[in-house]
């Protein structure tokens, strides 16, 4: 839809400027003393962004429409409406439509909802992060993501060609578009995390796929599944689609996680920049003459003020833990502080005693005062029994009063099927200020990890030693994404939640001890290479060799078939075995490069993957973990 698609843009822009010049609080701001009454029918239910959207659009708006019974009789609704079904999935259609029809379709045969389509947003030159995660190391040794496919999907990759002719991206990627622009609109956020996975993964396969909404997403995992794409980074975040807990149908972006992450495919997500955006607590009514309204901060404050800068877009997102659906029913509405109409407001009917809805309310405002403005958001009681705990992210803003930190980690980030990335700056490991926290509403731990940002990238620029550059847990998830792959190349045969266990492994631990809602596991820094499964060692061992050894009877070497123990020179074990006389040379043993001693001639490898380095369990030496790197062999 046109009219959303600028203004998610305006929204990225807005919030990049909050992330860049610091927290602001709304606290100071003049409160208003008592709430206006409203006459709720008066205002159409579907507020007035609908209605801008489709003046931009021949009259049209794109909605998403939920239904109920045969999905013959939701198409046959729908058409009668005068609307077209752009794409289906679950019990969900994506229509276009006339903005006349939007009431009547609600009221169809099989309709359950008619909702605004709410796109998703981006959360917000060498990366430094590649000494940093301790990439470069591996690099030295050759484990650069050699027969890995990463898939990067973003919402537009402005700059990728110019990306491309400088070295910053590789002329191979493959694109994939499923936008209704070209790959390389809608700005250079995917064009900025493609770099990084680049430059931490640089052998990697890249894929880089554009996504309009959840029906794209959907799409994109059964493409993944037959391309056989082994990790995505996803750092986005979508709407109003799930609980928080990732249990949302198709299609929506918990759904498109969990289907991945069944396949084997690795999901890597921002955390999400929302600290500053983010509120949320029980019901807690007030009851003013006859309005009742969310309690927020002090017993008397029944509603939220932040200032919105001139020719800024304010959106606010509430949802209540009553799902999938409810006929409890919560409205929003924005003031001034002096009005008497609100200046915004969304009225979902979930006391539609026939046709109960999702616990989803939404509306945006554009400031087209020429001067920041103060509003107030508030959460109003329609028709209300109990209402589960209530969540509000509010974009646009300069400052939110009463904002709470904890609990505001991105859909979907909060997934148990996906790996949640926090930021930290790569200078010094200090979490963000923004960077968005746990745990999620089901009482798990996210973030999993952080990683670096404020790194350099050509897309967003940035000063060598300081972080300033790419700012963001959109930065730091395709770090994780990168060094996932390059643990892959050194372990092919590792599963997803194994390739997590190493990560887990690397991490150094910046908060209280153990996984916490913070730092999740840790800063991710790769120390020596991973093993990749156990076996006990074959007993007798017939000898213990130094690093570069030829251990095979080929070539001269005369060794007896048998295993021998290699001492390494970072201290570790290897094992390798002799198997007798080789019937080519293609099939000799050596001890890996990476440990060959200076003072000693290194070996010719042969041109096949045939070395099977391992490492000791700590206090166990009856069992070696051992892993078959895919070295890069000249």
């Not at 709407?239 to 972006?253: H, V």
């Not at 809805?357 to 107030?376: F, L």
């Not at 089901?442 to 670096?452: E, Q």
Request: charged share 15%; glycine share 12%.
């Amino acid at each position: 839809m046109p009219g959303r698609r600028i203004c998610s843009v305006s929204l990225a822009i807005v919030a990049v400027a909050s992330l860049l010049t610091g927290p602001a609080g709304a606290q100071g701001e003049p409160e208003r003393s008592v709430p206006i009454e409203v006459n709720r029918d008066s205002f159409d239910r579907f507020g007035a962004s609908l209605a801008e959207a489709a003046r931009s659009n021949a009259g049209k708006v794109t909605v998403r429409v939920d239904y109920t019974g045969p999905e013959t009789d939701a198409r046959q609704s729908v058409s009668t409406a005068g609307g077209r079904v752009l794409a289906s999935g679950g019990t969900s259609f994506k229509v276009e439509l006339p903005v006349a029809a939007l009431r009547g379709l609600e009221r169809a045969p099989g309709i359950a909802s008619v909702r605004e389509l709410i796109p998703p947003a981006p959360l917000a030159v060498k990366s430094q992060g590649v000494g940093s995660t301790g990439a470069n190391t591996w690099h030295a040794l050759g484990l650069t993501g050699i027969g890995v496919k990463v898939a990067v999907v973003d919402f537009g990759f402005a700059g990728r060609a110019e990306a491309v002719t400088s070295g910053d991206l590789p002329g191979s990627a493959i694109t994939k578009n499923y936008c209704s622009g070209q790959l390389e609109s809608g700005g250079a956020h995917g064009t900025g995390v493609a770099e990084i996975v680049y430059d931490i993964a640089p052998a990697a396969q890249l894929y880089l796929v554009c996504v309009d909404d959840e029906w794209d997403l959907e799409a994109f995992v059964d493409y993944a599944i037959i391309q056989g794409i082994d990790i995505v980074n996803h750092s986005g975040a979508w709407f109003l689609l799930d609980r928080g807990d990732g249990t949302a149908g198709a299609p929506s972006a918990s759904n498109a996680a969990r289907h991945a992450d069944e396949a084997g495919i690795l999901w890597v997500a921002a955390a999400g920049n929302y600290t500053q955006d983010h509120w949320k607590g029980a019901w807690n009514p007030i009851t003013i003459g006859a309005v009742t309204l969310q309690r927020f901060g002090s017993p008397a404050d029944f509603d939220l003020s932040t200032v919105v800068p001139s020719g800024g877009v304010l959106s606010v997102f509430l949802k209540w833990d009553n799902w999938p659906t409810t006929r409890e029913d919560l409205d929003l509405y924005l003031w001034d502080l002096t009005g008497s109409t609100p200046l915004a407001w969304s009225l979902g009917d979930q006391a539609d005693g026939q046709r109960p809805q999702p616990p989803v309310e939404q509306m945006d405002w554009v400031n087209t005062t020429g001067a920041p403005k103060t509003v107030y958001i508030e959460v109003r009681a329609h028709s209300v029994n109990k209402p589960g705990e209530l969540d509000l992210l509010v974009f646009g803003h300069s400052g939110l009063e009463y904002a709470v930190a904890t609990g505001s980690i991105a859909d979907p980030a909060f997934s148990p099927h996906t790996v949640a990335v926090g930021a930290s700056c790569f200078a010094n490991n200090q979490i963000e200020y923004f960077s968005s926290l746990g745990p999620t509403i089901d009482g798990r731990i996210k973030p999993d990890f952080v990683s670096a940002d404020g790194v350099i990238t050509r897309a967003f620029g940035g000063t060598a030693g300081a972080c300033d550059g790419f700012i963001g847990t959109s930065a730091s998830a395709p770090h994780i994404a990168g060094l996932a792959a390059l643990i892959m190349h050194a372990a092919p045969n590792w599963t997803p939640d194994r390739v997590v266990q190493a990560l887990q492994d690397y991490s150094l631990d910046l908060g209280p001890s153990g996984k916490d809602n913070t730092f999740g596991f840790g800063n991710v820094v790769l120390g020596a290479v991973p093993a990749e499964d156990c076996r006990a060692v074959p007993t007798p061992v017939t000898g213990i060799v130094g690093p570069g050894t030829v251990v095979d009877t080929y070539n001269g070497s005369a060794t007896p078939a048998g295993s021998y123990l290699v001492k390494n020179n970072d201290g570790s074990l290897s094992l390798c075995t002799d198997p007798g006389t080789p019937a080519s040379a293609a099939s000799a043993m050596f001890v890996p490069l990476s440990f060959v001693a200076t003072n000693q001639a290194a070996p010719v490898l042969p041109q096949t993957d045939v070395l099977v380095p391992c490492l000791v369990d700590e206090g166990e030496s009856a069992f070696i973990r051992c892993h078959t790197p895919r070295f890069g062999v000249n």
